[in-house]
């Protein structure tokens, strides 16, 4: 039987249960405030991170982590006995974090086999895949079986947010084809999506209420799933959200996600989505 490492990067906003249920590890991105520089997830919690966004009067910068720290997490793999790695990143597109990690496969060639695949995705869009390679990993399906799953999951796989504030995204360069939002703030609780592997333009509403009225409509409307998940930067709209998918057929539990910085730096604080998984 096959024993298959299944890696993904913090941007995934995996809460920690299921990164320890299916030996899923994480290779961080890094957070800067300023001169401070944060390790994600190791050394700075979301909680810790929304925090420090309320309280910095500088915008956060994210960064791709180094070859260095996927060739480390392959070694590892490789010392504990794992026949293959399997690795799921951040869109290429939104950041180097994919490209790390192809250039450490090199490093590594002579050891163990490493595959490599770009999810075009990000936060718990790319979350609900890897928790489903990862569960198939375990049942010790092959690499070539897991690497041929993944690509199916992720043409399956989507995501919807709204954000309070577009000062993050704009800042942070990553705002893509919402760009068109920018000026109309203050008039809409702007909605956007993952397009292709860059943030765009999902719609607008006048209200919050209206907002997650139609994040909720969006994910009935890819029915029947087979995974979702709530995903939310310190939202107050949680118990809101949470009310309004509650209908919606799913073949798992739902999951409640934290966002963490690697991606609520762009979304900013408040930002509250649904990410799902068709069957």
């Known amino acids: 039987m096959a024993q298959v490492r299944v890696i993904s990067d913090s941007s995934c906003?995996?809460?920690e249960e299921f990164v320890a249920r299916y030996g899923i590890e994480i290779v961080s991105l890094s957070i800067r405030f300023g001169e401070e520089e944060f390790t994600d997830r190791v050394d700075l919690s979301p909680a810790q991170f929304w925090a420090k966004c309320k309280a910095s009067k500088t915008l956060p910068a994210t960064a791709a982590p180094s070859p260095g720290a996927f060739q480390a997490a392959y070694e590892r793999a490789a010392s504990q006995g794992c026949d293959a790695v399997l690795v799921l990143t951040l869109s290429a597109a939104l950041s180097a974090t994919h490209q790390a990690a192809v250039l450490a496969r090199e490093a590594v060639a002579d050891r163990i086999e490493v595959r490599v695949i770009d999810s075009q995705a990000a936060s718990m869009a790319l979350g609900l895949v890897v928790i489903d390679v990862a569960e198939r990993a375990q049942g010790g399906d092959s690499l070539e079986d897991l690497a041929a799953?993944?690509?199916?999951?992720?043409?399956k796989v989507g995501v919807i947010a709204m954000l309070d504030t577009l000062e993050h995204l704009v800042?942070?360069?990553?705002?893509g084809g919402a760009r068109a939002l920018i000026g109309q703030v203050l008039a809409i609780k702007p909605l956007i999506e993952l397009k292709d592997g860059l943030v765009a333009e999902a719609g607008r509403q006048r209200t919050r209420a209206k907002a997650l009225a139609a994040i909720a409509a969006v994910a009935r409307s890819h029915?029947?799933?087979?995974?979702m998940a709530i995903v939310h930067g310190d939202s107050s709209e949680l118990h809101a959200l949470e009310s309004l998918v509650a209908d919606i057929a799913v073949e798992f539990p739902l999951i409640i996600a934290d966002m963490g910085p690697t991606v609520g730096t762009h979304g900013g604080p408040g930002i509250i989505g649904v990410a799902w998984l068709e069957t």
């Not at 800042?171 to 705002?175: C, N």
């Not at 029915?223 to 995974?227: A, E, G, H, K």
Request: hydrophobic share 30%.
């Open 149 to 155: 799953y993944a690509e199916a999951q992720l043409g």
């Open 223 to 227: 029915t029947p799933l087979r995974r």
């Open 13 to 15: 906003d995996l809460p």
């Open 171 to 175: 800042k942070g360069g990553r705002v």
